[in-house]
Structure formats: structure tokens, C-alpha cells
């Protein structure tokens, strides 16, 4: 992986320079890549009880094959134990050099004797975080222990279908042979159980996209419509835009990022339904755009992301306490901005992908202190399908112990 990137990132790439990987070799480098970012922590935990002075000082070409390996062993049924030794040496045989070749071998087969992964178990998220899952499952009254658990695992495969196309989504995918449970009742997303959508005339169209669905339904949560102007901060990629303009509203995408947006552009003109334009500006100050002129202004604010941790494992490793207070500086300055942008009358939604308390709750309590003219949106009905999702004040917080969707959290705050 290179500095600053995803796992998803590194993997598209990898796949771009190697072409004639086949689909079974492809999934099996996914599974490998996330597998052990997911489990690195309980993986170096067996290797260290395996070597005399543990894992310090050690080689770290040898320590990512030892990971590789010991993950096909603890993890992977399918293939025999000494196949997948040999193929985790020959495929790193010259990253470890010829010299460290018997190390990994004998550490290897050691632990396939000793088969560590029987006994007692350790949580795959690094203290902190796991103190953090523990925090937010007893705030909301679920278990610590079950949250933990989900935390640690994978996240289904999501997808939100755009407003114009629910009504034969459907029937279109189920030509395409795939099926699909709804998640609750948030508009147009469904989780994939069986088949590909990806291959689907409605992804080629981009009458869907793969998407979780609490960030598919902080999208529904905005309640865009026809003939409302929106302003869409943070837009990232559009993932979201594309479902506001979808919806029917003038959708105005701001970054910090061009190219993010000159995707987001292209992502809602390929769906049929364009954006009314994009500004690339620096969000926490000034924003060049018409004061108090739209109705509903989502701030999708850049957080940690360990809401998202199952689907962007090396979140974990990256990530430390102090990125939420720095983040929680960022977001308020961002959230004053995007509120001046809101007309009197209208919304501003901020979201995050985020559990953690000062990137959420803590940026909003502040916010709603230091401006009078902002209070929480009273309950829409048109929401309605969002109530198994919202707390006491009215806030949006999803989890996987709900259908198995990311953390999020949001707030509706209209202004006087
Ligand atoms: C959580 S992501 C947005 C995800 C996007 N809304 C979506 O639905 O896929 C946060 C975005 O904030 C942008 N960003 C970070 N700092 C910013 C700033 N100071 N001003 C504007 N955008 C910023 C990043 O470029 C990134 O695209």
C-alpha cells in the first residue's frame, strides 16, 4: 500500500497493473489483504508467543509473510496447511531474501502443529478502539460484548438504488440473478445475498451503487425533493450527491478535492441526473457561495471513519485517540460554514462515519451552544422509515447490531 492510501485504493490498483489475474486469484488477494489488516493484532499476538524475543527486531518482509501465511493456516479451510506455506514463501521469496527463507518456514510449520487459534481468544481491535465500541454499545443500551463482536467482523455487501429506478429495481435484478434483502425500511437499499450486481444493466447505468446502507440512508435522511436547492459539503466522491440530485433537487457539491469532485460530477451525469455545480474550496473558511441561500445543507464531515472499520480495516492501524480531538476542531469549524449556508427555514444535516463521541454528539452540542439561531429539526414524517434509527434527542445513530450497517451519526438541525 502506498503512504495515505485504502485497502480498496491499493487493491483497484493492483488489479489495473495485473490484468491477467483471474477472478478466483483476485478475490483470494482480497480476502488475504483484509483478512490480515483485520486480524493483524490477534495475528502478531500468536507469532510472538512463537519466537523467543517476539516480534521485536524482526524483519518486516518476513513478519508480513508470517502474517500471510498464519492467516491462510488460522482462517482458510480451503487450502491444505503445508500448500499454503509453500505458496506464501514462493510468492515472497525475494522480498525475504533467500537468507530468511527457513525462518518463515519453521515458524510456520510450528504453528500449524501448535494451532494457536484454538485457545483463548484476543480482540482484533486495538484497545483503544475496542474501549471506544464498549463506550458507544452502553450509551445506546446495546451489549458491549455483542458490539465488540460485530465491530470485529465483515460488513455485508450494500447497495442503494437511486429514486427514479426503485420502483423496477427489483424485478431488473432479479433478472440478473441476484438477490437482495431490504435493510429496514431506508429507501432503495438493499443488502446483496446472492449474484452480482456489478455485472447488472443498473450499476452500468449507475441506477446503483455499492454503498452501506447507514451512508445510504444519512443520504435518504437529508429529505431532498423536487425543486430544493442543496448544498452537499465534503462531497467527496458524490456518493451521496448523486442521491440528492437523483431525488430532484439543484445539488451544489463542495470539496476540498477537485478531482473528488470532477468524479462526483461524472458519477451523477452517467445516472441521468446532474449536478447544478461543484466548488472546490476549503470548507472551514469562508465558502464562495450565496449566504442563506439553500434549503438543506449535509455536511458529511471527514472524521476517523471507525464507523466503517469492517469495510476499511487499516483504519485501525492508522488511527489513534488524538486524531478525534483534531477532527472535532475541524468538523466545527466546518459545521459554523456550512450553517451560514442554510436559509432560515431550511436544514442542516451533519453526518460522520464515525461512533466516537467528540466527532459527533460533542461537535453538535457545541455547535447548537454557540448559535441561537439553530435548533434540532423537529420530526418529519416523511422520515419516518429512520425512527428504529434515532436516539432520545432525535439523532441518527446506526450500528451493526442493526442489519449490520456501519456507525454513523447525524443530526437535523433547522434554523430559526
Ligand atoms: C467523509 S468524506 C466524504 C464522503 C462523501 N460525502 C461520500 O458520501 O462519499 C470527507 C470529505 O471531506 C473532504 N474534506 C476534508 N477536509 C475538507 C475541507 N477543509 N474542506 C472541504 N472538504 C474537505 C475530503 O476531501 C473528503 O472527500
Request: glycine share 10%; hydrophobic share 45%.
Amino acid at each position: 500500500m502506498q503512504r495515505g492510501e485504502g485497502s480498496q485504493g491499493a487493491l483497484d490498483r493492483a488489479a489495473r497493473q495485473s490484468p491477467a489475474l483471474s477472478p478466483t486469484d483476485r478475490g483470494l488477494a482480497t480476502e488475504l489483504v483484509y483478512g490480515v489488516l483485520r486480524q493483524q493484532r490477534v495475528l502478531d499476538h500468536w507469532l510472538s508467543g512463537a519466537l523467543d524475543r517476539g516480534l521485536q527486531g524482526i524483519d518486516p518482509a518476513a513478519l508480513i509473510a508470517l502474517r500471510l501465511g498464519l492467516y491462510q493456516l488460522a482462517w482458510l479451510d480451503r487450502v491444505p496447511d503445508h500448500a499454503a506455506i509453500a505458496a506464501t514463501i514462493d510468492e515472497n521469496r525475494d522480498a525475504i531474501g533467500q537468507g530468511r527463507v527457513g525462518f518463515v518456514n519453521a515458524v510456520l510449520r510450528r504453528l500449524s502443529r501448535e494451532q494457536p487459534w484454538t485457545g483463548q481468544a484476543i480482540s482484533a481491535l486495538p484497545p483503544w478502539i475496542a474501549g471506544r465500541v464498549r463506550d458507544f454499545a452502553a450509551a445506546i443500551g446495546e451489549s458491549p460484548d455483542e458490539m465488540e463482536r460485530a465491530f470485529e467482523g465483515r460488513a455485508p455487501l450494500h447497495v442503494h438504488v437511486v429514486a427514479p429506478a426503485r420502483e423496477g429495481a427489483l424485478a431488473a435484478l432479479a433478472a440478473d440473478g441476484v438477490e437482495v434483502a431490504s435493510v429496514g425500511e431506508i429507501p432503495g437499499a438493499f443488502e446483496v445475498v446472492a449474484g452480482s450486481v456489478f455485472a447488472g444493466r443498473l450499476f452500468e447505468h449507475r441506477q446503483l451503487i455499492a454503498q452501506d446502507a447507514a451512508s445510504a440512508a444519512v443520504a435518504e435522511w437529508v429529505g431532498a425533493g423536487p425543486g430544493l436547492r442543496v448544498a452537499d459539503i465534503a462531497a467527496g466522491r458524490g456518493a451521496k450527491s448523486l442521491f440528492l440530485a437523483a431525488a430532484g433537487a439543484e445539488v451544489t457539491a463542495v470539496d476540498i478535492g477537485q478531482a473528488r469532485l470532477d468524479d462526483a460530477e461524472q458519477l451523477a451525469a452517467q445516472s441521468g441526473t446532474p449536478l447544478a455545480g461543484t466548488l472546490a474550496a476549503d470548507a472551514s473558511s469562508a465558502i464562495d457561495l450565496e449566504p442563506e441561500s439553500f434549503d438543506l445543507v449535509l455536511l458529511d464531515a471527514p472524521c476517523s471513519g471507525l464507523g466503517t472499520i469492517r469495510r476499511r480495516p487499516e483504519i485501525r492501524h492508522r488511527r489513534g485517540a488524538v486524531d478525534l480531538y483534531a477532527n472535532h476542531g475541524l468538523q466545527l469549524a466546518m459545521a459554523r460554514r456550512a450553517a451560514d449556508l442554510v436559509r432560515p427555514g431550511g436544514v442542516l444535516i451533519f453526518a460522520v462515519c464515525s461512533f466516537a463521541h467528540e466527532e459527533g454528539p460533542l461537535v453538535v452540542e457545541r455547535l447548537l451552544a454557540e448559535r441561537p439561531d439553530l435548533q434540532r429539526a423537529p420530526k418529519d414524517d416523511q422520515l419516518k422509515w429512520a425512527d428504529p434509527l434515532l436516539d432520545t434527542n432525535g439523532d441518527f445513530r446506526s450500528h451493526p447490531l442493526w442489519y449490520g450497517v456501519d456507525a454513523f451519526y447525524a443530526a437535523r438541525l433547522l434554523k430559526k
